[in-house]
Nanobody
Framework: QVHLVESGGRRVQAGASLRLSCATS????????MGWFRQAPGKERQFVAA????????SYAPSAAGRFTISRVSAENTVYLQMNSLKPEDTAVYYC??????????????WGQGTQVTVSS
């Protein structure tokens, strides 16, 4: 069983930076990739970024590219999402997920409980 715990979310002002962390346990061969998703009130959960454990290949949603950086420290079984130049529209609950990768939520079998990020103008 894969267990994921996010942390690092909080309220910040527009333009600030935040780093989210996702501590993982129970990683298996069926979960070669990790993703970050977010869900704002009344909206569907949307892809933010993903990374593979092996080669560290990363991909980003257009809204995240150039501002966010996903990384992983395999020895610590931890995935990070560095978010810079935050905007009010980045306000959402951020989830990390473990699975086969890609932008679809259905590609990820395991999810954390989420961490709230609020960006005020």
């Amino acid at each position: 069983q894969v267990h994921l715990v996010e942390s690092g979310g909080r309220r910040v002002q527009a333009g600030a930076s935040l780093r989210l962390s996702c501590a993982t346990s129970g990683r298996t061969i069926s979960t070669p990739a990790m993703g970050w998703f977010r869900q704002a009130p009344g909206k569907e959960r949307q892809f933010v970024a993903a990374i593979t454990w092996g080669g560290g290949s990363a991909s980003y949603a257009p809204s995240a590219a150039g501002r966010f950086t996903i990384s992983r420290v395999s020895a610590e079984n931890t995935v990070y999402l560095q978010m810079n130049s935050l905007k009010p529209e980045d306000t959402a609950v951020y989830y990390c997920a473990a699975g086969i990768g890609g932008i679809d939520t259905t590609n990820y079998a395991y999810w954390g409980q989420g961490t709230q990020v609020t960006v005020s103008s």
